[in-house]
């Protein structure tokens, strides 16, 4: 880009506040998996427009993608200075900390963006993956069911309700450990009207069928 192009884009996003136009690319690479080229334009957005914190959370992504679990921590806390009060932040940092298997802090984090958010299924379904880490089934199961019961209430049509499905299996796979073999399998069967093509649900819905027993052996056959 040349000096002039840099200037009239700097032009442009000053007038439409704190958005810069290089997120947008950066989005994309990111999607694609180019995390190179995802870290150089939300490099570029960080600098014409340092106040724009969804910049950051791309930016930390990109770090992330790449184990630069460092340079992914400073964006996401950047982006927690400037999104005060947004549960998003403090999600992802958590969620960093899940993945460099930190669970204390990762579990510190999430419950802090939980109270901040209660509805945010990707929140929910984070911590009760850290409780499964932890061996606190229970625990984990309570907190997928929260996911359940926000799915129950959404219209059919509604986008949010693809999101709660990684919860709903995680769901039938804490019951499975549990050997609560019955709610295991319709949990699976939910998780399987979110999502109708996951074999992986499909034959775990089986395996749960067949420890049952009896006539539902026939029925995990069919899966």
């Not at 959370?57 to 460092?70: K, L, P, R, T, W």
Request: hydrophobic share 40%.
């Amino acid at each position: 880009m040349s000096q002039n192009e840099w200037k009239t884009t700097e032009i442009r996003a000053s007038k439409v506040g704190n958005f810069s136009p290089f997120s947008c690319p950066g989005c994309y690479y990111l999607l694609v998996g180019k995390n190179d080229a995802a870290q150089r334009y939300f490099h570029k957005s960080a600098k014409l427009a340092p106040r724009f914190a969804p910049a950051w959370i791309g930016f930390g992504n990109a770090f992330a993608a790449q184990d630069e679990s460092e340079q992914a921590m400073a964006a996401y806390r950047t982006a927690s200075r400037l999104f005060q009060g947004s549960h998003v932040p403090l999600a992802y940092i958590g969620m960093e900390y899940l993945r460099t298997n930190n669970l204390p802090l990762a579990k510190h984090f999430l419950r802090g963006a939980k109270k901040l958010c209660a509805s945010d299924p990707l929140v929910a379904n984070e911590l009760g993956v850290v409780e499964m880490r932890q061996g606190l089934l229970d625990d984990a199961c309570r907190t997928f069911q929260e996911v359940l019961r926000l799915l129950e209430r959404l219209p059919e049509r509604a986008p949010l309700r693809r999101a709660c499905g990684a919860s709903v299996l995680n769901l039938a796979l804490c019951y499975r450990k549990r050997r609560r073999f019955e709610d295991a399998a319709r949990a699976f069967g939910v998780a399987l009207s979110l999502e109708p093509n996951d074999a992986a649900a499909r034959g775990a819905r089986g395996v749960a069928l067949r420890a049952r027993g009896g006539a539902h052996v026939h029925r995990a056959v069919e899966c």
